[in-house]
């Protein structure tokens, strides 16, 4: 599903440049659940980034699903992006002053998809997530746990091959943070290839390989 040989970052720094991914090199299969882990600056959510499209190497090559996607521009990375990857973060990233509905529909929207049938797969995808009474909630009156499952649901609803997740669980308390992780796994067990970052060896613990990062590189 994901291969990236040789990955570098850097960014310019002065007259010189700060080199954050150094040579990441990492085969991620179809249908398995990874945890990335790595001290915090480490690299972990550049790393993420790349794979999720939002940002690109400085070199190296990415194949995702037998297609080079290290050098396509933004427009064809968003492409890319809305159609086989969904994102969670660990700040849940919702709109403001926007119903769950709503939020869960703006991915098919932006694909341009019927709102009859966007508002259907909406409906749907809250459903999955146990959110089925929250649907006219703003995330102002979501509790946290509420809010992830509805960024959940937005990164399901265009049925990803991927998900990737960046500390997930990170600002919610760990009984909340384990019924993110139970939906995480039930994707999985779906067929999902999901990829998450996390801090705690008891998030870790629910994906089936941990790949440590440790100064902008692998170490296994
Ligand atoms: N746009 C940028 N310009 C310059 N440096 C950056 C930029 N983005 C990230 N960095 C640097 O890259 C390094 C890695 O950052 P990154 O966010 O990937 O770390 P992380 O492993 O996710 O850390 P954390 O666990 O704290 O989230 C950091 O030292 C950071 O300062
Ligand atoms: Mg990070």
Do not use: W
């Amino acid at each position: 599903m994901i291969t990236l040989q040789n990955i570098m970052k850097s960014y310019p720094l002065g007259k010189d440049r700060l080199t954050v991914l150094k040579g990441i090199t990492l085969t991620i299969k179809k249908g398995e659940f990874a945890a990335i882990m790595g001290p915090s600056g480490s690299g972990k959510s550049t790393l993420m980034n790349i794979i999720g499209l939002l940002d690109t190497p400085t070199d190296g090559s990415y194949l995702l699903e037998e297609q080079e996607v290290a050098n396509l521009n933004e427009n064809d990375q968003a492409l890319v992006r809305s159609r086989r990857i969904g994102f969670v973060f660990q700040a849940f990233n919702l709109l403001p002053r926007m119903d769950a509905l709503r939020q869960v529909m703006q991915p098919l929207l932006y694909q341009g998809i019927h709102r009859t049938e966007a508002e259907r797969r909406a409906r749907e995808a809250l459903h999955i997530v146990g959110l089925s009474e929250r649907i006219a909630h703003n995330p102002n009156e979501l509790s946290g746990g509420q809010q992830q499952r509805v960024a959940i649901a937005r990164a399901l609803v265009t049925d990803p091959a991927l998900i990737l997740a960046d500390e997930p669980t990170g600002a919610l308390d760990s009984h909340t943070g384990k019924e993110v992780m139970d939906i995480l796994t039930q994707l999985n067990k779906q067929g999902k290839t999901i990829v998450m970052v996390t801090h705690e060896p008891d998030v870790a613990a629910f994906a089936h390989r941990t790949i440590h990062i440790r100064d902008g590189l692998v170490h296994s």
